[in-house]
Every structure is written in C-alpha cells, then in structure tokens.
C-alpha cells in the first residue's frame, strides 16, 4: 500500500492567532496536493514544521477566495517561479480552483510579483480552470470538484476515490448543502468545518457567519454514513481543551471515528 495521508498544516478559521488557517497537503505514494494556503507567507513555517518539501509540490487546489484560503497561494506561487528561475524547481506547477478562485489568484499574481516571477505563467505554471463536478487524476486518484451550493462565496468541495475505492471528501469551509450528497454520502473520510462547540454558538454566532457546529458536524457524518470525520476551521480560544471538548461533544452524536487534529497533526487514510 503507498504511503497514503493527509498532514493538517493549519486548523483555524479566518481570524485565528494561535494557530493557522486551515489548510491541508494530501499525500498519496510520494505525490502532493496541497489544498488552500492559509493567509500569507506563514504557509512556508508549518511546511518546514511539517518537514513537507515545496519542491516535491507540482498542484495546489484552492476551494474560494476568500483571504484565508487564498493569499498563502499567492507566497506559493512566488517561492515556485523563484525556484524555476533559478533552476532548482523540476517540471511545472499547477494551480486548480473554480473561475473566481482563478481570477483573483492570477490577477493578484499579475499585480504584486515581478515579471521574472511571471513570465512562468502559461507555460510552467499554469492556473486551472474547474467546473461543478470536472474529474481529473490528481496523485493516481480520481479527484472530482463539487459546488458546495454556498450563499457567500463561489466555493468548491472535492471528493477523491483513491486506487482502492477509499472515498476522501472535503466539504470546503461552509455547512453541508444537500447538493453534495452524492459525494459525501458514504464516504470514508469526510472533513467538515466545524467553528465552535454547540454550547458555546451564542457566544460565536457560527450560523451568522455561514458556519457550523461540532454537534451541527457530527449529526451530518452519522446521518450520511461516514466512518471518520474530521473537524477544522475552528476557533482558536480553546487550544489546550479544542481537542478533547470538540471530540467529546461529536461523540454524543457520532459513533464513528472522529480526529480534531492540532496543526501538523498527519491522518492516514486506511480503508477501513
């Protein structure tokens, strides 16, 4: 079986200071997608935290553009034409995301880094256009995007389905919609934002805010039939107690396995 996982490199949602936005590299036999970049050039500190390589990087999925997801791929992109110009970067790098997520990525690009930065624009980096349910091979796996159906910003959902049938799916940042269904129904590992504990929704106003609830989290995977969860994007004033008082609250509702990971923590995906 190839070395198959995900290492968390931030946790939080957009306002965090005690740890950093959520983001996420999946690695699947020696291969890496790194899904969003966090709010800046932090992304290069939990990539050597994490003793990740940004060299052995060639794709980087964005789900919107929203300043906490996007602006750390801007630092990507930058470090990546750096290397290429200096002839320590081997083949292209590919960035994939809906039209917004394109748009905003390459127009920032265009505006903020110097032309022998962006003159590998097109034909060693290349920013991908995806539509609502494209499929591509991404890491030997099939990786399909969703429209998550938000109300707030255009906002893509993936599900990968590696070589052993084992179903990743990855809901973006907002509450489940009935919309992504098909893809998160079943699944063996689902991840879902889930940005305070029930208890603590006055104080936070999760719903407000398009957000949801460790209970909101679980009761959704038990309803759907996953068999781990992964709760993320979350706020940042329980770090010590985040861990045990998210699990302890999923718990109540689902009977599956449930990991509130830390920044850097490493999942692997087993096919239960």
Known sequence: MKNRKITILGTGNAMVKNCY??????????EYLLVDAGGGNGIFTQLDRAGLKLKKVRQMFITHAHTDHILGGVWIVRQIAAWMKNGKYKGDFTVYGNDKVIRTLRTICDLTLWEKFTCFFDNRIFFRVLEDGEKLVLLGAEFQTFDIGSEKEKQFGFM????????????GD???????????????YLMSEAFCLSSDAKRYNPYEKHHSTAKDAAMLAEELGVKNLILYHTEDDHMEKRK????????????GRIYVPEDLEVIP????
Do not use: Q
């Open 21 to 30: 936005n959520t983001c996420f590299m999946v690695e699947n036999g020696g």
């Open 269 to 272: 995906l087993n096919r239960n």
């Open 174 to 188: 907002e509450p489940y919609a009935a919309c992504s269904r098909p893809y998160a129904a079943g699944c063996d």
């Open 244 to 255: 045990k008082l998210y699990t302890k609250e999923a718990e109540e509702y689902f009977g």
């Open 160 to 171: 990968m389905t590696f070589e052993d049938g084992m179903r990743l799916t990855c809901l």
